[in-house]
């Protein structure tokens, strides 16, 4: 009888980089309860300290973070070839930040969650990738 050695695919894993701890906390939580695996940052130093870029999943960016905003955080990232879909989301983004984002390869860019406090459409779909 042969050993099987394939081990099973780790499921999705969220990552969450914003430097606001209620509305990191309150994302992280949302998207628990939808059943994803979530882990935060709150800054974009931390998230290069502790990721593991091998696992599959999605990168949900703040833009406007100190030390590393999510727009540098994204371009170190491209340059060391990390292939996990981001999706930005933002209190502060214009036109012109979206669509350099996503030609840079962001798979979205979304504004911060509303006072009714739903998650935007973008975190389910880049979880899903």
Known sequence: MALQTDT???PPLIRVVDDNDT???????????EGYEVVSYASAMDFLKSDTPSRPGCLILDIQMPE????DLFDRLNHRGYEVPVIFLTAHGDTDMAVGAMRDGACDFQTKID???????????GARK
């Open 8 to 10: 099973p695919a780790l």
């Open 115 to 125: 006072q009714r406090g739903e998650v935007p459409p973008g975190g389910r779909a």
């Open 68 to 71: 590393m905003s999510g727009l």
């Open 23 to 33: 509305l990191r906390q309150l994302l992280e939580f949302m998207l628990q309860c």
